[in-house]
């Protein structure tokens, strides 16, 4: 079983020259194989793959320009990965799974710095620091997260990004299989909405992270740097003195405050989806949401998206997996809110206003807390 670990490291400044480095040849790399394959469909060409791509690289257009051999003064196998992704890009967009690729764009694009274990003495981990080819030994600041080679765990391969300038590394291991406890309670329903995070079958219910005063504050306090920042710009536009340093810097703090929400967030449902799980229940189902179209309404769009259903679903489904829980996700045109969980009757002019669910039958009872038992008794379903 393979399992993955993210933890922020502390390289010395020579590190930090070279991830940045690498991460800065990957993006030219795959932005440059973009732009080939776009300018040999324009000529009426045959598509370059891959790896037909990174042997021309090498062995024609680097000989034949030698202002680019910086792009070999990098780790071979990261450049390869970047080759790798604009290949998968472009099949993902062949077959009508995404749209065309776009290109990255310094300090808004997520590039990583692949690497992958050669030999016994790479990828090797101790419980303070970690060994990555081309960096040598890295600190880790959380000391005793990633099981470490002494052990016997193997790191296969990795990868280092950059985020609000702390640095990343992300590694996946090769863990034996855990034969886990059969869980034996009852299957629970889990209805998720904006008001609430999740309502729970079982009469819990877990609350929105975005109105507790910690996010509250540091939203706040984000607005503020925000119109910091657009005034910076603005003064730049004008002509008057504005340093560029002085605009990267404050561009650096908005970075760590959107940072340090989106960690707290990412914390709280960690902790609520453990919370879940240790109940044991025999089965948990949820409803497929239909976040992209939920996205298009103006109003709700930054609300919805605050909540991370998607980071809700992954996450849950992953503990499931490891706890031997069967997750059950029914179609999203199931009528979870407007149906009676007592007598079975569809109420189809329920607003969205309606909090509580009222029934001809007598049944009265909140809203999502009527929906989770619905979705915990649901008979048609897919097992995730």
Not at 2 to 28: A, M, V
């Amino acid at each position: 079983m393979l399992r993955s670990y993210k933890t922020e490291i502390d390289p010395t400044p020579e590190q930090k020259n070279k991830i940045n480095r690498t991460i800065g040849t990957c993006r030219f790399v795959y932005n440059f194989y973009l732009a080939y394959n776009k300018e040999l469909h324009e000529r009426g060409e045959k598509f370059m793959t891959g790896k037909r791509f990174s042997v021309w690289l090498n062995n024609e257009y680097i000989p034949t320009h030698p202002d680019n051999k910086w792009i070999k003064e990098v780790y071979s196998k990261a450049v390869k990965k970047s080759i790798e992704d604009g290949s998968i890009a472009f099949t993902r967009f062949f077959k009508h799974q995404s749209r065309f690729p776009k290109f990255k764009k310094k300090g808004k694009s997520d590039v990583k710095m692949y690497f992958v274990r050669n030999n016994p003495k790479d990828c090797t981990c101790e419980r303070h620091r970690v060994n990555i080819p081309t960096l040598g030994w890295v600190k880790l600041k959380e000391k005793g997260y990633i099981p470490t080679t002494k052990d016997g765990y193997q790191i296969r391969s990795g990868s280092v990004s950059i985020k609000a300038g702390r640095y990343y590394v992300s590694v996946l291991i090769e863990m034996p299989d855990i034969e886990s406890e059969k869980a034996i309670g009852e299957g629970i329903g889990i209805d998720l909405g904006l008001k609430d995070l999740a309502t729970v079958s079982n009469g819990k219910t877990y609350k929105n992270i975005n109105k507790t005063s910690r996010v509250k504050k540091l939203e706040k306090q984000l607005r503020r740097e925000q119109r910091c920042l657009s005034r910076k710009y603005d003064n730049l536009k004008k002509g008057e003195p504005s340093k560029r340093s002085n605009i990267y810097k404050q561009k650096l703090k908005v970075q760590k405050l959107h940072h340090r929400i989106e960690s707290v967030r990412s914390d709280y449902i960690n902790k609520k989806i453990a919370e879940i799980v240790k109940t044991k229940p025999s089965y948990i189902t949820i409803e497929d949401l239909n976040v992209t179209g939920m996205m298009k309404n103006r109003h709700l769009s930054k609300a919805i998206a605050s909540q991370k259903f998607y980071e809700f679903r992954a996450k849950l489904k992953d503990k499931c997996r490891r706890n031997d829980i069967e997750l059950r996700v029914v179609d999203q045109w199931y009528p979870s809110s407007k149906t009676c969980h007592c007598c079975g009757q569809v109420k189809k002019d329920l607003k969205l206003s309606d909090r509580i669910f009222r029934c001809a039958c007598g049944y009265t009872a909140d809203r999502d807390y009527n929906a989770s038992l619905n979705l915990r008794d649901a008979k048609t379903y897919e097992v995730a």
